[in-house]
């Protein structure tokens, strides 16, 4: 971006809403709060502000975009239901649920929004603000997450004006997220396929379909090796300092990002500790991870250490985005 704009924040009330509407109506970015994390919007059959999006986040351009929409009402106009996209929207919409689905031949969604594919990602955010900004505008919007691109994603306001400040027009401060991370993305294939865990886990969608989700991969490619849906780049959601796994002891000098109430060797020369929940409880982590691994990042720890965290529920999808933090950096 050539030019440094004044970005604007304000906070979540009816006039926030309709100056949000305003600049994407005339082809601005507008970040706002989902119940997953900040989201940084555009008006989805506007191509010029979806290059936007992709310039101000440094954002791969085969790297597709969720199409966030009022009801799903609004996604049958833009894809294809099957019984089974139908059954799990039903279920779970409005919420952290995003399926990729055949887009309609009439779809009014720019392609630079699904990076050429034939496919389209959707979801209905079950944020007040989100909603009331969706219904108001009266159009899908494309909000992928609200910072630079490979960088933790944003909880909060300030998360967004971190990154984003003087390259996007507004931020709609609605406070912290409730969710802490993405939405889980579901492909409905052949046979419906867990593309990255998420805010919804993957044990609650199996209940409802009667059966399993195929088993994810970590980057999960097309035909012509672009991405089947987006946060699927093996390295993502990363902090500047390296990231090291399971760590079952602490090494001099790095900061710990805990999980229960066990500690681990050399936890006391550590550089800065946080603990994700020291109740153990996943959900509770989720919340904390974006945030916490932005905290420790800023205390200047050449290495964030990473204690074991469960893989069930919500779990995988922590681990999802530590091992991402974490790709070819460990």
């Not at 300092?241 to 109430?261: D, H, I, K, T, W």
């Amino acid at each position: 971006m050539t030019t440094a704009l004044t970005t604007k924040m304000l906070r979540a009330d009816a006039a926030s809403v309709n100056e949000a509407v305003r600049q994407l109506a005339g082809g601005g970015l507008v970040a706002f709060p989902t119940e997953t994390v900040y989201g940084l919007g555009a008006d989805a059959t506007n191509a010029a502000a979806i290059a936007r999006i992709y310039e101000a986040k440094g954002r791969p351009l085969f790297n597709p975009l969720i199409s966030h929409v009022e009801d799903l009402a609004s996604a049958h106009r833009l894809a294809r239901f099957d019984v089974t996209a139908i059954t799990l929207a039903q279920a779970f919409w409005p919420g952290p649920l995003t399926l990729v689905l055949p887009r309609r031949a009439d779809c009014e969604v720019a392609d630079l929004a699904t990076a050429g594919l034939e496919t389209i990602a959707i979801r209905v955010p079950a944020h007040p603000v989100a909603h009331a900004i969706l219904k108001a505008f009266d159009r899908p919007v494309v909000a992928p997450s609200a910072n630079r691109s490979g960088h933790v994603s944003p909880t909060t306001a300030a998360h967004v004006q971190s990154d984003l400040a003087g390259r996007i027009d507004l931020i709609v401060d609605g406070g912290p997220v409730t969710v802490g991370v993405e939405s889980t993305i579901v492909g409905c294939f052949e046979r419906p396929m867990l593309l990255r865990p998420g805010g919804l886990p993957r044990e609650a969608i199996e209940r409802v379909l009667g059966g399993s989700l195929a088993r994810p991969a970590l980057e999960a490619e097309s035909d012509d090796g672009k991405p089947l849906a987006p946060g699927m780049l093996t390295s993502h959601y990363a902090p500047r300092a390296r990231v090291r796994l399971n760590a079952q002891s602490l090494e001099p000098g790095e900061a710990l990002l805990a999980f229960g109430q066990t500690p681990v060797p050399g936890q006391e020369s550590a550089a800065a500790v946080l603990n994700l929940s020291e109740n153990g409880d996943p959900a509770e982590a989720a919340t904390h991870l974006f945030g916490y691994l932005r905290s420790l990042d800023a205390k200047g720890a050449q290495t964030i250490a990473v204690m074991p965290i469960p893989h069930e529920g919500l779990g995988e999808a922590i681990n999802d985005r530590l091992r991402r933090a974490a790709a070819g950096r460990e």
